[in-house]
């Protein structure tokens, strides 16, 4: 099942006060959530599977992540596309790749000279993905809005269980000084796959 969520804002825009993303701002039109700023883009989290059926015309951008052993990766010519190569995994284990911060900056760089509705993919839809949504959600709310990245995660993605090891990189990516990972562990289930 693909969510999806419109985030009505430039790319770079910093999102400051819960009312910039929830309360009044919000409406529901036509299955999306959108927030009543700027410019469209759009976030959108689904499988691999989902990923291969997808109308590459209604999207401007895909990031795409991969198992180091995927046999059959997806790959596509239409719209810009970045990929991403680590496995879900939340601790190191012998010959798979693990998560590392210059993934969330490939993603947050990616995301940032997207405008327009963006899909990002893992295998399941379920952990990398939506961590990597969440790190772009919140490097787009100012710090201390954490939670409201949360909440907007779990408004695109009601099953997300984001790999607790690409929030932790995010926060420190983004300098949120364990902000974002405490608010996500609060909040929703994080996934520790080994």
Request: hydrophobic share 40%; proline share 6%; net charge negative.
């Amino acid at each position: 099942m693909r969510f999806n969520f419109a985030i009505r804002m430039f790319p770079d825009t910093k999102l400051s006060s819960a009312d910039d993303c929830m309360g009044s701002n919000v409406r529901d039109c036509s299955g999306f959530f959108k927030l009543n700023i700027d410019q469209t883009s759009f976030f959108s989290i689904s499988s691999l599977e989902e990923s291969r059926t997808t109308d590459w015309s209604n999207y401007n951008g895909l990031i795409t992540i991969e198992n180091s052993r995927c046999s059959d990766p997806l790959r596509i010519s239409s719209i810009p596309q970045t990929v991403l190569m680590f496995d879900d995994i939340s601790i190191p284990i012998p010959d798979y790749i693990e998560p590392q911060p210059h993934h969330i900056e490939t993603a947050l760089e990616f995301a940032s000279k997207t405008t327009g509705r963006l899909l990002i993919h893992c295998h399941a839809g379920i952990s990398r993905s939506t961590a990597i949504c969440l790190s772009i959600l919140a490097d787009r709310f100012e710090p201390g809005n954490e939670p409201k990245a949360c909440e907007a995660l779990m408004l695109i993605s009601p099953l997300a269980r984001p790999n607790a090891l690409i929030v932790h990189l995010a926060d420190e990516v983004l300098d949120r000084d364990n902000a974002l990972f405490q608010a996500a562990w609060n909040s929703m289930q994080l996934s520790t796959p080994r």
